[in-house]
């Protein structure tokens, strides 16, 4: 039977819970704790703030490896502090192995040169403005005991609308073992000369080129993509979650993302508000050719993209036989383009969502708005797709977006209901890879 730490088994919750009724008994029974409780225990006396039990469980910490995680986000400070006093001692005690014995053995002397560091994985948010207090606490304790701690982050993400905030994580590319990072809002400062924010640019893209185990990449709203994608993409051999949203783009970036060998191993790509209606349609056919084979969920929304663009596409789109969910709202095509897709996404055998953008059809004829659709227009355009879907009879969950806004992350829908009837509804835009947007 498998138990997770984060869901225990009702037998070893209690035990737990009739442990913990005792701090004196509890401590003193950490000796003959088997191994495997301690992470649950761990997290229970965490939330609970017991901090007597929390010195001594930390003291006892039988692995090389503490998973804080996101756990040093309690605003209880003095919880957290019993942390690191504990966490002093045991590097202390990890320090002097043979306290009884005045002359150390062979053995002991051994153990204390070749000790391998206390490794701490805590994920990191670096932001403008006040930090978070519990997390400077730990960065100024792990900056202390740089000798024996190795501070390590699976999940670093970073929000600003400054440059300059990325020197307060000069160590960026040094992260090895990061898993996830979220690039957020950072713009070019125009008091600065435009070869100086190009420098800063090349200076970025080395430093997230160099992670080379990074899984999951979030970039948004920042200035130094342009151009930067092949140094950032070119070592990423193991991504598999790419979302690129409100970012300048050259088409020779997309060429590149359609060439690097880590597209062919793309589980989750989001395109989002990134204008493409210049781009060739090549590059894009290009990249759904190398991601075919392992593309899960594929969001092109916002980009502008045009008929010729799609249709360009429609023949690599086909071949993603493990698509389940597809996004395409946002877009700048025709009622005759918008079929053609539907007709092509019906043969995907695994896709349960598809979100389209209203036709052209659906707008006045000065032109398409977002949200500035004609009711009268959209009504036939209404009609003719619910025929066209019954006549295609496919299972997806097709579903036509009026209007949509990315900060609120909302979006009006239409849904076919199974009585053949459109219903409206405004819902939360969907993540990407089930994660927040």
Avoid at 36 to 62: D, N
Wanted: glycine letters at 4%; a positive charge; charged letters at 20%.
């Amino acid at each position: 039977m498998k138990m997770s730490r984060r869901t225990p088994a009702s037998l070893q919750h209690l035990a737990m819970q009739s442990l913990l009724s005792n701090q004196a008994l509890a401590i003193a029974a950490l000796e003959d704790l088997p191994v495997l409780l301690f992470p649950s225990l761990f997290e229970e006396v965490y939330a609970r703030a017991q901090t007597e039990m929390l010195k001594a469980l930390v003291q006892a910490w039988p692995f090389s490896c503490l998973p804080l995680g996101d756990l040093a986000e309690s605003p209880d400070l003095e919880t957290f502090n019993t942390v690191l006093d504990g966490l002093d001692l045991l590097l202390a005690k990890k320090e002097r192995p043979n306290v009884l014995n005045n002359r150390p053995t062979e053995s002991s002397s051994l153990l204390i040169t070749e000790e391998q560091p206390l490794i701490i994985h805590k994920n990191l948010t670096i932001k403008d403005g006040s930090q978070n207090a519990l997390q400077a606490y730990l960065l100024q304790w792990a900056r202390e005991k740089q000798e024996r701690v190795q501070l390590r982050s699976r999940k670093l993400q970073i929000h600003s609308n400054s440059i300059y905030i990325i020197q307060k994580a000069p160590y960026l590319s040094q992260m090895k073992n990061l898993r996830i990072l979220k690039f957020s809002r950072m713009s070019a400062n125009f008091n600065t000369s435009r070869h100086k924010n190009f420098s800063y640019s090349c200076k970025y893209a080395v430093h997230l080129g160099q992670l080379q185990h990074l899984q999951e990449l979030y970039v948004h709203k920042v200035f130094f993509l342009y151009g930067q994608l092949p140094t950032i993409l070119r070592n990423l051999t193991l991504l598999k979650t790419l979302s690129l949203s409100s970012c300048p783009l050259k088409e020779a970036d997309l060429w590149f993302l359609s060439q690097c060998p880590c597209s062919r191993q793309l589980k989750h790509l989001r395109l989002r508000s990134l204008p493409l209606d210049n781009f060739s349609p090549e590059p894009l056919r290009a990249l759904l050719e190398q991601a075919a084979g392992t593309l899960e969920t594929l969001a092109l929304e916002d980009c502008a993209i045009t008929d010729p663009q799609l249709l360009g596409m429609l023949p690599a789109l086909i071949q993603c036989s493990q698509l389940r969910v597809f996004s395409f709202y946002g877009n700048h095509i025709s009622m005759s383009a918008v079929q053609s897709l539907l007709s092509h996404t019906a043969r995907l055998p695994h896709l349960r969502r598809g979100l389209y953008p209203a036709p052209l059809e659906s707008y006045p004829p000065q032109g398409c708005r977002v949200g500035n659709f004609d009711s009268q227009r959209f009504a036939q355009v209404q009609a003719k797709l619910a025929q066209a879907l019954r006549d295609m009879g496919t299972t997806q969950k097709v579903q036509i977006c009026t209007n949509f806004s990315h900060s609120h992350k909302t979006c009006q829908f239409y849904t076919l209901g199974p009585e053949g009837n459109w219903v409206v509804t405004m819902e939360h835009l969907p993540g990407l890879s089930a994660l927040p947007l």
